[in-house]
């Protein structure tokens, strides 16, 4: 029987492993970064044309190659990074298997720029299909430039899988974003079909958030930093009113390298239980640092898993961290139990002279004496008249914090004489209104129904494609990150049909001038386009409906009074009449019931 075990060529071993490393333009991107950042450069440029397809170019200022190495490194487990397997575990440098360029070279047409400090001549290299094309000395500066042209040239297969331009140019933005984030002092700058997009200053780390994220990012950030002998955290989470549905902001940096960890992410989500919901996660840039004895980050060729020597000891420490400090600035409720509350409401003189309490005593007091006759009882009701008991008070009742508690607000126009009719309502703990209905007991939760109205309307504006609005004394200038704004400018037709006016006043920046009529200004607009495009980009994702009913159900969600408003009687009125004047009533635009009727059957069974 003949042989049939035969030994890949390079170039074929190359392609292979490339699948593995280059699975997209992002992951050249990635490589490219990283390399930069090991070669100790302070100024990094990215360029990148048609999302990555045709161009991706890092450039740099740092080390340089020198001629030897500029061809070295092409080759596969080629690397500076170690020289021996023990070095595994105490790595600190970004790359270190030595695939990266291998990989590309095979897949791609890559050139090569490069000179060190002491060359006074540079190396210029062309590779393609892993097959060298050229090389020669070239002028040009300290540092290095890789150029990835025509990425998937030779595996149609690969490059025909790729998304969308829109799509791949999110997923480079992403890996932008996680380099820049692990290291704020070094300056960035990303260019995209020619135009420069982000320019990053070398700051400090909440600096960097700001220029990423935009001005409003500035109070929403909240410092985290502990250090204790294994490990040391710092860093930023962001405020619980601005968690989000999707798991977007969250970042965890150990030792400069971004990391996904679902063990540490649910120690933070640990931290931010009772102040967000459980559907809404939190949002925060976290840096770990800690011996690289400790960890073990030779886990996946992507380098961002890692496994920790002492995992639970980690968890415990973040979740301490995380809640100290959403405590430290009173964003966590806490409870003092040292303090004495029993002379909250009592006034001292401090001139005056401390007298011992006294004890009165009723000598007439005769408890076998009955009501009238009875001294020392003022003030009670005799059991009698025991429909004194049940009579109805005009005030409101409600718990002393006004929260979290059952309250009835009765209408002011409701004597104690009357009785409950059809058109009388009440108002539940802030939440409910109930109406009595021939029938029985009518509930209506007053955030959904008012959900629907505003969803049905909406609707009707972007059919009739008429809105009212009303102008803002002071124009909003709306900061979005890259993927945000070009989602802002695809649905912006829709936004002005609905009531808002926006022009765009540099990349990223837009300028909004006027809001729907309702809109009554509590919430920031910033905040509530933030709502509006994460909740239109999950409804994109889950395919849930068109663009002009996802705004629709997004904008009204948004727009609705929330539960623990008080309404007035005619508010309470009017949203029942535009309830029941709506298509579909009795439920919410997420498919909830918006009302619940309770029968006079069931309410017989209950006082048996």
């Known amino acids: 029987m003949p042989d049939v075990i035969k030994l890949l060529p390079d170039s074929v071993a190359n392609q292979i492993a490339a699948g593995e490393v280059i699975q997209r333009p992002a992951s050249a991107v990635k490589e490219l970064l990283e390399n930069a950042l090991d070669a100790e450069a302070t100024q990094i440029q990215l360029i990148i044309k048609d999302a990555g397809k045709t161009l991706i170019q890092v450039v740099d200022n740092g080390q340089g190659m020198t001629e030897t190495d500029a061809r070295l490194c092409f080759e596969r487990h080629a690397t500076s990074k170690i020289t021996q397997a023990s070095d595994l575990f105490n790595i600190r440098t970004m790359g270190f298997r030595g695939e990266a360029l291998a990989s590309m070279a095979a897949i791609a047409r890559v050139e090569v720029k490069t000179r060190t400090k002491d060359d006074p001549m540079g190396t210029e290299l062309v590779i393609e299909a892993s097959t060298l094309i050229s090389q020669q000395p070239c002028q040009c500066q300290q540092g290095t430039s890789i150029s990835v042209k025509n990425l998937f040239f030779n595996t149609p297969a690969r490059r025909n899988f790729l998304k969308s331009e829109q799509v791949e140019r999110g997923h480079i933005l992403s890996e932008f974003t996680r380099i820049a984030l692990a290291r704020p002092e070094i300056t960035f700058q990303l260019f995209q079909n020619g135009q420069l997009t982000h320019q990053l200053d070398g700051s400090k780390l909440k600096q960097r958030i700001v220029n990423l994220y935009g001005n409003p990012y500035n109070q929403r950030l909240v410092p985290v930093e502990e250090n204790t002998e294994l490990i040391r955290i710092s860093g930023f989470v962001l405020k619980p009113?601005?968690?989000?549905?999707?798991?977007?902001?969250?970042?965890?940096?150990?030792?400069?390298?971004?990391?996904?960890?679902?063990?540490?992410?649910?120690?933070?989500?640990?931290?931010?239980?009772?102040?967000?919901?459980?559907?809404?996660?939190?949002?925060?840039?976290?840096?770990?640092?800690?011996?690289?004895?400790?960890?073990?980050?030779?886990?996946?060729?992507?380098?961002?898993?890692?496994?920790?020597?002492?995992?639970?000891?980690?968890y415990q420490i973040l979740k301490a961290s995380v809640k100290r400090a959403l405590g430290k600035y009173n964003i966590a409720p806490s409870l003092d139990f040292e303090r004495e509350t029993a002379f909250d409401q009592l006034h001292i003189d401090p001139a005056?002279?401390?007298?011992?309490?006294?004890?009165?005593?009723?000598p007439d007091y005769n408890p076998f004496e009955s009501g009238a006759n009875r001294t020392g009882t003022a003030g009670r009701v005799d059991p009698a008249q025991w429909e004194e008991l049940f009579r109805t008070r005009t005030e409101e009742i409600a718990s002393p914090s006004g929260e979290g508690g059952s309250s009835i607000r009765v209408p002011s126009d409701w004597a104690e004489t009357d009785k409950p009719a059809p058109n009388k309502l009440l108002q539940l703990?802030?939440?409910?209104?109930?109406?009595?209905?021939?029938?029985?007991?009518?509930?209506?939760?007053?955030?959904?129904?008012?959900?629907?109205?505003?969803?049905?309307?909406?609707?009707?504006?972007?059919?009739?494609?008429?809105?009212?609005?009303?102008?803002?004394?002071?124009?909003?200038?709306?900061?979005?990150?890259?993927?945000?704004?070009?989602?802002?400018t695809e649905i912006l037709p829709q936004l002005q049909i609905l009531g808002f006016r926006a022009s765009r006043l540099k990349p990223g920046t837009f300028v909004i001038d006027a809001v729907p009529a309702e809109m009554d200004g509590k919430e920031s607009v910033q905040h509530i386009m933030e709502g509006i495009l994460e909740d239109y980009q999950i409804n994109r994702i889950?395919?849930?409906?068109?663009?002009?009913?996802?705004?629709?159900?997004?904008?009204?969600?948004?727009m609705a009074?929330?539960?623990?408003?008080?309404?007035?009687?005619?508010?309470?009125?009017?949203?029942?009449?535009?309830?029941?004047?709506?298509?579909?009533?009795?439920?919410?635009?997420?498919?909830?019931?918006?009302?619940?009727?309770?029968?006079?059957d069931e309410l017989s069974e209950k006082f048996k």
């Open 241 to 314: 009113e601005y968690a989000k549905k999707k798991r977007g902001e969250q970042f965890f940096f150990v030792n400069q390298r971004f990391i996904r960890a679902a063990y540490l992410n649910h120690a933070v989500e640990q931290a931010y239980q009772e102040l967000i919901p459980d559907d809404m996660h939190p949002s925060y840039f976290l840096f770990l640092e800690l011996d690289p004895e400790q960890l073990d980050v030779n886990v996946h060729p992507t380098k961002t898993e890692i496994k920790f020597q002492d995992e639970r000891y980690i």
């Open 352 to 362: 005056a002279t401390p007298s011992p309490p006294q004890i009165r005593i009723n």
């Open 542 to 558: 889950q395919a849930k409906g068109d663009i002009r009913t996802s705004l629709a159900r997004t904008l009204a969600k948004k």
């Open 429 to 488: 703990s802030q939440r409910y209104i109930l109406a009595t209905v021939r029938s029985g007991i009518m509930i209506i939760d007053q955030q959904r129904a008012h959900e629907r109205v505003l969803f049905e309307s909406y609707l009707e504006r972007l059919e009739k494609q008429n809105a009212s609005s009303q102008q803002l004394l002071f124009p909003v200038n709306l900061h979005l990150i890259d993927n945000d704004a070009e989602l802002f």
């Open 561 to 600: 009074v929330r539960h623990g408003k008080t309404l007035q009687d005619e508010e309470m009125k009017a949203l029942i009449e535009n309830l029941f004047a709506c298509r579909m009533p009795y439920q919410s635009p997420a498919g909830k019931p918006t009302v619940q009727l309770l029968g006079l």
